[in-house]
Each structure stands twice: as structure tokens, then as C-alpha cells.
């Protein structure tokens, strides 16, 4: 039995959607919405019907009949922690998103309109691997003041598919091994793989971890906290300059590692420097995740949008790396895979793989 599967991932002015028959990618396309036409809609969940019919429209302008599909399956988006899997899109879920009671992102969109289209093609509507994954083992909670804890949000979904990919070039299950995996995009998290559980992982979000070209990472907390209070600058503000305007953009402007390797092949100094500390901050978290692995390493696992970049990217962190790695495979992925780990969380529940989960 073949299964017909409709994937929908929304971004913050686009939505892309892919139409999959088991593995094998049919089409693809990526929806953008302009600035015009979003502007009457003051927040993110209010823009479900327009997104829904962008859809719907498409699919139609290409003959596509809704009822010709298995499973709908959205990008998972804000929730409480969960584990791994994929999960039914239910009212719970539907209730908590719509709300934002665990924050406001353009991917709480996914199940919400997954769950529109499916009832109109009367068939099952899923998510898969949200950000709030959350496997952590009961050390990597704890921090150094009680008031305080650590949170598991990460690139849940990139990360675990890349594992599974990971695993069969190694020629073994998932669950069998240990792996330290670095998604290197925009945010960049890295996670300690224990036997198909991701025990340990810096906040990617909220600035945690390795300075990327968005996200400021970990900084000096008493520095941080002097300007804070500084009166400079608003909570809003500080917040964009963990998120957003940190990291390669607020140190050289730009948040595409591709202007910077201009710079730096036009002789700006700096811009090496800079790209060099952020190389050289993603070695230091891979090391970090040996000791939740407990030392035993059966591969480092790169992947996300800049690790198409070897000169710049991947071997300076093999350098970084150094002597370390020496018996320990470096298995470069690039890019994001989204639209088919979708798929691929789906027809592992459509075949009696996995049981699919339940939001609760």
C-alpha cells in the first residue's frame, strides 16, 4: 500500500508545502505571503484561514484533490515539552497553540491548518518532532541556582532525522548508538545523542550555547546583567540582542555566512576573527557533549544550512577539534531536511512502525 501525504511547514512570510507518496518527494513548493498581505492580521494565529486557503488554492490550481491524501502532517510548533515522536493533532493541542500559551511562532501554524485541510480530506492530520522535544537526563536540568533551569528547545526535527540518516551510513539503528549532532543554521544546537534520546542540548532559542549568525549564545552573565540594568535598553531589546540581532549580525552586520566569506576573501580581518570565534565555540560545545556520552562516540554529525560551507565552516571545526577525533567519524549532512522528516515521522506511524502519540 502506497500512502499520500501533504507537508506543510510554515515560516514567518512563506509557507512551503511538499506532496509525498511514501519516501518519494512528488512536488514542492514554497508559498510566500508579502508584507501586504499579512498586514491584517495582528498576530501570528490569525493568519490560519489566509494560510489555509493559500493552500487550498494551490492544490486546486494543480488538480490535486484533498481527499486524495492519507495524512496531513504540519511542522510541529510551541508547546509544552514532550518526547519524540509524532503526535495526533488533537483538540489539547489545537487549544494550547491557538492560545500561544507556550509562545507565539509562525510554526503553531502547522498543525492548525494540518488540522483544517484533514477534515476537509477526511483523513489524519500529525506533527512531528517539535522544538519542545524535551529527552534531557536529569543533570543537564539543573544549573547553578535553583530559580533557574535548563530547557530543552532545539532543532528537534533536523536533528533527529539526520541521526536516523547518520545511523544507516554507519550501518546501525539509531537507537544503538551515540552520537554528537550540531545543527548549524541561522540558531545552531547541539545534541548529545544517547541511544536514540537526545539527553542533553543547549537552549537554542533563548541564548544558550555557540554564538551563531542570529543568536548571541552563552555570555558573560555579569556583564549581561550590568546592561540590563543599565537603562539603556528595553526587555525587548535585550531580547533581540540574544536573538536575532546577536551573534555574526550585530559583530559584522550580516546574518548570511556567505557576505562574510566575502569580506573575509577582501582582506577584513575581523570578519575571520569573528567567523573563527564562532567556529571555534561550536568545537568547544561538541566537546561538551563527550561528557553526557559519558566518552563513548560513535560519530559527530553535522548538518543545517552552513555546513555546505567546508573551507569556512566544517574544517575549521575539524581543526578545532584536533587529535580528539582522531578514531571518531566527522559525517557532514547539509542543509535542513524538513519536508521529508515530516513524511518520514508520518509513514512510520501509517505503517505500524511506531504507535502514533498522544498530546496530553
Given at each position: 500500500m502506497t500512502y499520500k501525504m501533504l507537508i506543510i511547514n510554515p515560516g514567518s512570510t512563506s509557507t512551503k508545502i511538499g506532496i509525498y507518496e511514501d519516501e518519494k518527494e512528488l512536488s514542492s513548493q514554497t508559498l510566500r505571503h508579502s508584507v501586504e498581505e499579512l498586514k491584517p492580521y495582528p498576530t501570528i494565529i490569525d493568519q490560519i484561514d489566509f494560510r489555509t486557503k493559500i493552500i487550498e488554492d494551490y492544490l486546486a490550481s494543480q488538480n490535486i484533490e484533498l481527499r486524495s491524501f492519507t495524512a496531513i502532517v504540519g511542522r510541529g510548533g510551541l508547546l509544552k515539552p514532550i518526547e519524540s515522536g509524532t503526535y495526533i493533532v488533537n483538540e489539547k493541542m489545537l487549544e494550547d497553540l491557538k492560545s500561544c500559551?507556550?509562545?507565539?511562532?509562525?510554526?503553531?501554524?502547522?498543525?492548525?491548518i494540518a488540522y483544517n485541510i484533514a477534515k476537509q480530506a477526511g483523513c489524519r492530520s500529525f506533527i512531528v518532532d517539535p522544538v519542545v522535544v524535551d529527552e534531557l537526563c536529569d543533570e543537564a536540568r539543573v544549573c547553578g541556582h535553583p530559580l533557574l533551569n535548563r530547557i530543552s528547545i532545539f532543532h528537534a526535527l533536523n536533528q533527529k532525522a539526520i541521526a536516523r540518516t547518520a545511523a544507516k551510513t554507519l550501518g546501525k539503528k539509531y537507537e544503538e548508538l551515540n552520537l554528537v549532532v550540531a545543527h548549524l543554521g541561522g540558531g545552531?544546537?547541539?545534541?548529545s545523542h544517547r541511544k536514540g534520546k537526545v539527553v542533553d542540548v543547549n537552549n537554542a532559542l533563548d541564548g544558550e550555547g555557540p554564538f551563531s549568525p542570529e543568536r548571541a549564545g552563552t555570555l558573560p552573565a555579569g556583564q549581561l546583567i550590568k546592561l540590563a540594568f543599565s537603562g539603556n535598553y528595553t526587555l525587548d531589546e535585550m531580547k533581540k540582542m540574544l536573538t536575532g540581532q546577536g551573534g555574526l549580525?550585530?559583530?559584522?552586520?550580516?546574518n548570511d555566512v556567505r557576505e562574510v566569506v566575502k569580506k573575509i576573501e577582501n582582506g577584513d580581518k575581523?570578519?575571520?576573527t569573528i567567523l573563527n570565534a564562532m567556529c571555534f565555540t561550536i568545537s568547544k560545545y561538541i566537546f561538551a557533549a563527550f561528557a553526557s556520552l559519558y566518552g563513548e562516540i560513535d560519530a559527530i554529525v553535522l548538518t543545517g544550512g552552513i555546513a555546505y560551507n567546508n573551507d569556512y565552516i566544517v574544517e575549521p571545526i575539524k581543526k578545532y577539534l584536533g587529535k580528539i577525533i582522531k578514531n571518531i567519524p566527522v559525517l557532514v549532512f547539509p542543509g535542513e531536511e524538513e519536508l521529508p522528516a515530516l513524511a518520514a515521522g508520518a509513514l512510520r506511524v501509517l505503517r505500524q512502525e511506531e504507535e502514533a502519540k498522544i498530546y496530553e
Open positions: 500559551k507556550y509562545g507565539a511562532h509562525a510554526s503553531n501554524l502547522g498543525a492548525l545552531i544546537s547541539i545534541g549580525t550585530a559583530h559584522l552586520g550580516t575581523n570578519a575571520q
